[in-house]
């Protein structure tokens, strides 16, 4: 990616050795920076009804690892679903990455500096770090109930990424791009940014948090990212994946033509940050030290912090997952204050959509907020983590109600996936004492059905690589929708009661149902870790045998003869509606799991 400038910037860097201790490598200017006023209407929103990006599977050798990350969350307050929303996706990517056999490094981590973490500590009678301290162990607490299989989890005051970030920022203050100067502007406190007045709304209020910004004046660092302003036009020209889904690099294209200008890399007032390296009195402003911790991340703990060590480890980033709102700080910033660092550019950067609820934006102040512990407590991870990559088109907004989010949970979960699981079991229990007759692929030959799933199963494939996760998602479904209509046309159930080759046809039959089930299992095991091992288990298998199958064994032929299957137990529970009525009584408005364990709704069997 950006090979010609990634290029050009390391020929500069190594013209232009590093000393940190050289003050002639740093350019001290004292101007007054005023943005001109000019108002206009906020951008509209754009949408697309698909999101597809270039496989990403494809874009590196077999060799080098798939490093994804998902944004530093931000501890002035505990996870939101957003940020669970962002996090689950990242983790159906990356297991689907390993199953292809990939060595995966997930990243994911708290951004614990700037003001509005101390005015947060403040607010609860705490220091900063204590407030980090219990933020983000809140992030790793709902990582751990999400099922969120991480590599690496960063925090910003890890002293090893106060080590990169001091020697990233002197490579770029060698490079000439970090100069002293005055700056007088609008700040928004929530975007920890100065803003351009033509950016705003009515009122200088923030698009972004509706609030008002501050006027401010400050004695700052700055990062001359104008210069990068034609090497990052060229980069995007040649490389118009580094943005996906594609809607979203016409807005950074926009952004780049309106203009680059530099922007304020510290804080004079601000004491919880890591100190510049060439000034005490002043901390790294917030974008310039979480962004590196991208980097630092891939530090081992054993090992003395060092940039280039790191970078060694994994990066360029295959893949940055971010939310829409802070693309501009990924695909802009970012990829000059690495071109300036001499550093390779993220192969990605994929910016998702925003979740409503009920059709309205969610927020305090509506009182109208989903607290994602809740969700889980209330539904499992399972429920949680499916609804959401299954009903957002991944790349645009997507919106939450509890009546279809149980409609659909239910209906492709419990219903489709689980009745079907159950009732084959039960069948083959009754009739061949839970064992298989045969092996699935001698117990398949002439069936289309087998060919009706080997192509979904590929389908899957490509929309997993592409990042359409709700595609994905629906042809791993249809796969137990046609193994419903399967057995729903050949009756086994009659067929066992006619006995003689009829019932040696039955037998068949549910191998070949089972057989799906099994790849069902692997094929969903991104989304529905938990639902899918559950159904590992029942076709007989250890968590071992679970924990190392590979998008391989999605391969049809799995199951043998002789293999003896667990019990028949509902491997998800139907959530019960709310809105039903009991007796002409419309129900409490408090869903709830039945039994707490599945009960699959029975299907006439049998």
């Known amino acids: 990616m950006a090979a010609a400038a990634a290029a050009a910037a390391r020929i500069n860097f190594f013209l232009n050795p590093i000393n940190p201790l050289n003050s002639k490598a740093t350019t001290h200017l004292r101007t007054r920076l005023h943005f001109q006023p000019s108002r206009r209407r906020p951008r509209a929103t754009s949408f697309c009804t698909r999101a597809s990006a270039t496989p990403l599977h494809d874009e590196a050798a077999a060799s080098d690892p798939f490093v994804l990350t998902t944004p530093l969350y931000y501890v002035n307050a505990p996870p939101h679903l957003g940020s669970a929303y962002t996090t689950i996706a990242a983790d159906a990517i990356a297991r689907f990455q390993r199953l292809l056999g990939k060595k995966v490094i997930f990243i994911t981590g708290t951004d614990e500096h700037g003001e509005k973490?101390?005015?947060?500590?403040?607010?609860?009678?705490?220091?900063?770090?204590?407030?980090?301290?219990?933020?983000?162990?809140?992030?790793?607490?709902?990582?751990?109930?999400?099922?969120?299989?991480?590599?690496?989890?960063?925090?910003?005051?890890?002293?090893?990424?106060?080590?990169?970030?001091?020697?990233?920022?002197?490579?770029?203050?060698?490079?000439?791009?970090?100069?002293?100067?005055?700056?007088?502007?609008?700040?928004?406190?929530?975007?920890?940014?100065?803003?351009?007045?033509?950016?705003?709304?009515?009122?200088?209020?923030?698009?972004?948090?509706?609030?008002?910004?501050?006027?401010?004046?400050?004695?700052?660092?700055?990062?001359?990212?104008?210069?990068?302003?034609?090497?990052?036009?060229?980069?995007?020209?040649?490389n118009p994946n580094f943005v996906q889904p594609s809607f979203r690099l016409n807005e950074v294209q926009s952004w780049i033509r309106s203009g680059l200008r530099d922007f304020s890399i510290s804080r004079a007032l601000v004491d919880w940050g890591i100190p510049v390296p060439n000034d005490s009195k002043q901390t790294i402003y917030v974008w310039f030290d979480a962004l590196l911790g991208y980097i630092s991340a891939l530090s081992e703990d054993t090992e003395q912090p060092d940039l280039e060590r790191a970078v060694s480890s994994g990066w360029p980033a295959s893949l940055h997952l971010i939310g829409k709102d802070i693309l501009r700080f990924h695909a802009v910033y970012w990829p000059a204050m690495l071109m300036s660092a001499g550093l390779g550019l993220p192969k990605m950067v994929f910016g998702h959509g925003f979740l409503t609820k009920d059709g309205m934006k969610m927020g305090k102040s509506l009182g109208n907020t989903i607290e994602p512990n809740d969700l889980v407590h209330k539904f499992g991870s399972d429920a949680v983590r499916y609804f959401f990559l299954r009903e957002v088109e991944f790349g645009n907004d997507g919106d939450y109600s509890e009546d279809r989010f149980i409609n659909i949970v239910n209906a492709h979960l419990a219903n489709s996936i689980g009745n079907l699981l159950n009732r084959t079991l039960g069948l083959l229990k009754k009739n061949c004492q839970s064992t298989l007759v045969v092996d699935s692929s001698i117990a398949a030959e002439g069936i289309t059905f087998k060919d009706t799933v080997e192509k979904l199963v590929e389908k899957a494939r490509v929309q997993y690589g592409n990042l359409s996760l709700a595609s994905a998602c629906e042809a791993v479904l249809e796969i137990s929708n046609a193994g419903n209509l399967y057995m729903d046309e050949r009756t086994p159930w009659s067929l066992f009661k006619q006995g003689g080759a009829a019932s040696e046809a039955a037998a068949k039959d549910l191998v070949i149902i089972l057989e799906a089930m099994r790849i069902i299992a692997v094929a969903l095991s991104p989304v529905t870790p938990s639902l899918s091992w559950r159904i590992y288990g029942q076709l007989g298998y250890s968590k071992e045998q679970f924990d190392a199958a590979t998008w391989s064994d999605t391969k049809w032929g799995g199951l043998k003869s002789g293999q003896v299957m667990a019990q028949p137990k509902p491997i998800f529970a139907r959530i019960e509606n709310p809105t039903e009525e009991q007796n002409g009584v419309e129900a409490p408005k408090k869903a709830v799991m039945k039994d707490k364990l599945p009960q699959a709704k029975r299907v006439v069997e049998a």
């Open 117 to 238: 973490i101390a005015t947060a500590a403040a607010d609860s009678a705490s220091t900063p770090a204590q407030h980090c301290d219990i933020i983000s162990q809140s992030y790793i607490s709902l990582w751990k109930n999400l099922d969120i299989a991480y590599d690496k989890f960063i925090r910003t005051t890890d002293p090893k990424h106060e080590a990169i970030v001091k020697e990233f920022y002197s490579r770029v203050l060698a490079n000439g791009d970090i100069y002293r100067a005055d700056y007088e502007g609008l700040y928004c406190v929530n975007c920890e940014e100065y803003k351009d007045e033509k950016e705003l709304l009515d009122n200088n209020c923030c698009p972004t948090h509706l609030k008002p910004c501050v006027a401010r004046k400050e004695d700052n660092y700055f990062f001359a990212l104008s210069k990068y302003q034609k090497s990052l036009e060229e980069t995007l020209a040649k």
